[in-house]
């Protein structure tokens, strides 16, 4: 399993930047492969992380190469302040269910 993470400091949103977004996380659902995701915002930083999660690299690939995601990175310096992205191959997953992604197989 692989994860897109991307760390950011919001500005104020338009009307663009929803169309955008809507439309990256239907294509992003739509790519085989993709697994789940999940957004998270931390009030004592400020930062909102959105993590998103998939099968294969090659999938998390096919999200970065999409025009609407090429688009929204031409424009991220209306919407985004600082941001950061990790991509990460996760080795392992554990938990008890109920949370989402239980299905993933893990490594022994």
């Known amino acids: ?8 400091e919001a500005k104020p949103y338009d009307d663009e930047f929803h169309r ?6 239907e294509r992003a ?20 992380s959105e993590v998103y999660y998939w099968e294969t690299r090659e999938a ?10 090429r688009e929204a990175k031409r424009q991220h310096d209306k919407w985004i302040g600082s941001y950061r ?16 992604l239980a299905h993933t197989p893990t490594p022994a």
């Open 1 to 8: 399993m692989y994860t897109s993470t991307f760390i950011f």
């Open 85 to 100: 992205v990790v991509l990460g191959e996760v080795i392992a997953t554990y938990g008890t269910p109920g949370l989402g």
């Open 29 to 48: 659902h739509a790519i085989p492969g993709f697994l789940g995701e999940e957004e998270w915002f931390n009030q004592e930083t400020g930062l909102y």
């Open 20 to 25: 955008l977004d809507n439309e990256i996380a």
């Open 60 to 69: 998390m690939q096919q999200l970065i190469g999409l025009p609407v995601h």
